[in-house]
């Protein structure tokens, strides 16, 4: 069974700095790893996917992530972070079998000014 | 271009009423999801369809129907709705094999 980490349940940073948002996963075949953000009482917006090649992959606003096969890894990274990218994130996996997407609990992310 | 399409975006239900939340997507996607999200629990799937005519249980089904007719629509039921059915649910969609899901903008059920 396909499973999501997420660490934190919330994140803080001071605006300008870089930010780290955490998830592990676990897949009985290979994954495909999502990142997606939601903004208060609205649905699901795509950030970034890793499906294969290039471990470090980019996506919106910003934002990459790295995959990292050994630590079953795939953080979501920004080099300086803005106030308006505070919203709860969520990670996500599916095998290669065209599953369902499974979801982390999330993080909250709060950009200080 | 629409996407995800879910209506209604709000709905207050007293305990024992049943009602159909809509989901249509124009993007001729074959698969179709509902998820629940509940505070501090993330996402947790319904029900799932990869085809019309053809729908599946995801984790937490109790107490929920779908039906797939067509390609486009994939209606969510509840029936004899619970306090523990208030929840924000969303509608997703997508191609097969790894295609990015895209979401509709949720909505807000409050069972009392």
């Known amino acids: 069974a396909q499973s999501v980490a997420q660490p934190e349940d919330q994140v803080k940073v001071a605006e300008g700095n870089p930010l780290t948002v955490k998830c592990t996963y676990s897949?009985?075949?290979?994954?495909?790893l999502f990142w997606y953000v939601q903004y208060p009482n609205r649905g699901l917006q795509f950030l970034l996917k890793?499906?294969?090649?290039?471990?470090l992959v980019k996506g919106s606003y910003g934002f990459e992530a790295e995959f990292n096969k050994s630590q079953t890894s795939f953080h979501l990274k920004k080099p300086s972070a803005l106030v308006s990218d505070s919203a709860l994130y969520f990670c996500?996996?599916?095998?290669?079998?065209?599953?369902?997407?499974?979801f982390g609990k999330g993080t909250r992310l709060s950009v200080i000014a | 271009n629409a996407g995800v399409t879910q209506t209604p975006k709000f709905r207050i239900l007293k305990i024992g009423q049943s009602m159909t939340l809509q989901c249509a997507q124009d993007?001729?996607?074959?698969?179709m999801y509902w998820y629940r999200q509940d505070p501090g629990m993330g996402l947790k799937l319904i029900y799932y369809?990869?085809?019309?005519?053809?729908?599946d249980k995801g984790e937490v089904p109790n107490g929920y129907n779908v039906s797939r007719s067509t390609t486009e629509d994939f209606p969510l039921r509840l029936e004899l709705a619970a306090p523990s059915q208030t929840s924000v649910y969303f509608c997703?969609?997508?191609?097969?094999?790894?295609?990015?899901?895209?979401f509709g903008e949720g909505s807000w059920l409050t069972v009392v």
């Open positions: 996500a996996v599916r095998d290669g079998r065209n599953t369902p997407l499974v």
């Open positions: 890793y499906i294969t090649g290039d471990n």
């Open positions: 369809s990869v085809g019309a005519g053809i729908t």
């Open positions: 997703a969609s997508t191609l097969p094999s790894g295609n990015t899901i895209y």
């Open positions: 993007m001729n996607h074959n698969y």
């Open positions: 897949v009985s075949g290979n994954p495909y």
